[in-house]
């Protein structure tokens, strides 16, 4: 582990990874996304997506709420309950429904469904493609006949780095 300073914002980080650059590369998807789809990025939606992606943490939404008034006075609930909607409706943001909160997407280009880690330690939530699991779970969900609106599976524990540190 190691820390590092996105924003202002002091952050531990798995040695190797480049959050800087995850960061940036999340930017840069949301944008040219965006801009394929002909929807607008505005101010306030890129700096929600900015706070999300500041750490690997789930962000509740009156946490980026208080984030968000200094740089925006006017700022209220509604408006980044809005600018979530967005994001989560553009495929740059999961909510993890049992955290009441958000992650950004590392996988924006496609629609996928969502295998989310939640370290109880750390707080970190990794989003892991797990194919082989959720075509499972797909099939399962078509011999039910059921119709799913949406899909994720979250499972709470240890990370890796935490459950080394527990030894």
Not at 73 to 100: C, W
Request: charged share 25%; proline share 3%.
């Amino acid at each position: 582990m190691r820390n590092e300073t996105l924003n202002g914002v002091e952050e531990s980080v798995p040695a190797g990874h480049d959050h800087v650059g995850c960061v940036n590369k999340a930017i840069l998807t949301a944008e040219q996304l965006c801009a394929r789809r002909g929807v607008r990025l505005t101010p306030i939606r890129r700096k929600v997506l900015e706070l999300v992606w500041e750490s690997h943490r789930a962000a509740k939404a009156y946490d980026l709420l208080a984030r968000i008034r200094p740089l925006e006075q006017a700022a209220k609930p509604a408006t980044v309950y809005r600018a979530l909607d967005f994001l989560m409706e553009q495929g740059l943001i999961h909510r993890v429904e049992s955290l009441n909160a958000f992650i950004g997407c590392a996988n924006s280009e496609r629609q996928h469904e969502r295998l989310l880690l939640i370290c109880e330690q750390c707080q970190e939530v990794e989003e892991r493609p797990a194919a082989e699991v959720m075509d499972a779970v797909v099939l399962e969900i078509r011999r039910a006949g059921f119709i799913a609106h949406r899909q994720a599976i979250e499972i709470h524990g240890l990370c890796a780095q935490c459950a080394r540190a527990d030894v």
